[in-house]
C-alpha cells in the first residue's frame, strides 16, 4: 500500500519556539494533504488541506498565520507551528491523497507529538 | 452537537466475547462511512468501509443505516490484538474536497 512518512516522530520545544514537521508521500504522488489533530483521547480534527503549489485551505477556528503549511512538492508537505505554545501541545497526523477531489482515500503518516514546555 | 459521535468507553471484554459498537453522524449529506481502529500513539487505519447493505471481513461486520444515521460494528470472538479504539468516521464533499471526520472513537480492551 501507499506510505507517507512524518518526520520528527517526537518532537520536545521550549515556548515560543517554531516547530516545522514533515509530511512525505514516499511512493505515490499525492495531489492533496492534510493535516490533522489530536488532543488525548479526542478525535482527529482537521486542521487544513493543501495542494501542491497552492495556499492552503484552512478550516474554521484554525490560525493560518500560526500553523503555515507550505505543500512544496507533490510528495511534500510541511506544516510549521509558529511561536508554540504549551497548548499547542498535541499529536500532528498527516495524510495524502492521490487522485480526484472527489475521492475519499486518504494515507496517514505515522503522526508526531509535539510537547511544547 | 457533534458531527459523529461514538461512546466512548471503554468496553472491556474476554477473548472471545462478541462486542458491538454504534456511531451516529448529524449531517445526512454524509457520502461514505468507515471504521477506522487506533492503536495508542499511531496512526489512525481503515479497518473497513462501511456500505447499506452490510458488509463482513471475517470477524468483523459493519452496518449503515441512512435513514436513522447510524452505523455499527460487530467483532465475534474477540482476540487480544483486537484491544485498540474504534474510529468511526464518515466523508463529506465540503470546500471542494471529500474530507472525513472523525468520531473520538470508542476504547476497546480485551483480557485473557
Known amino acids: 500500500g501507499a506510505v507517507v512518512s512524518q518526520h520528527p516522530s517526537r518532537v520536545i520545544c521550549k515556548s515560543g519556539t517554531s516547530v516545522k514537521i514533515e509530511c512525505r508521500s514516499l511512493d505515490f504522488q499525492a495531489t492533496t494533504m492534510f493535516w490533522y489533530r489530536q488532543f488525548p483521547k479526542k478525535s482527529l480534527m482537521l486542521m487544513a488541506t493543501s495542494n501542491e503549489g497552492s495556499k492552503a485551505t484552512y478550516e474554521q477556528g484554525v490560525e493560518k498565520d500560526k500553523f503555515l503549511i507550505n505543500h512544496a512538492s507533490l510528495t511534500l508537505s510541511t506544516l510549521t507551528v509558529t511561536s508554540a505554545h504549551p497548548e499547542d501541545s498535541s499529536f500532528y497526523i498527516c495524510s495524502a491523497r492521490v487522485g480526484r477531489p472527489s475521492d475519499y482515500e486518504q494515507y496517514f503518516g505515522p503522526g508526531t507529538r509535539l510537547t511544547v514546555t | 452537537r457533534k458531527e459523529v459521535e461514538q461512546d466512548p468507553g471503554p468496553f472491556n471484554v474476554p477473548e472471545g466475547a462478541t462486542v458491538a459498537f454504534n456511531c451516529t453522524y448529524s449531517?445526512?449529506?454524509?457520502?461514505?462511512f468507515f471504521w477506522y481502529r487506533q492503536d495508542c500513539r499511531k496512526e489512525p487505519k481503515l479497518l473497513m468501509s462501511v456500505y447499506s447493505s452490510g458488509n463482513e471481513d471475517g470477524r468483523f461486520t459493519a452496518q449503515l443505516n441512512r435513514a436513522s444515521q447510524y452505523i455499527s460494528l460487530l467483532i465475534r470472538d474477540s482476540k487480544l490484538s483486537d484491544s485498540a479504539t474504534y474510529l468511526c468516521v464518515v466523508s463529506m464533499f465540503s470546500g471542494g474536497y471529500n474530507k472525513l471526520i472523525f468520531g473520538a472513537g470508542t476504547r476497546l480492551a480485551v483480557h485473557p
Open positions: 449531517n445526512s449529506a454524509s457520502q461514505s
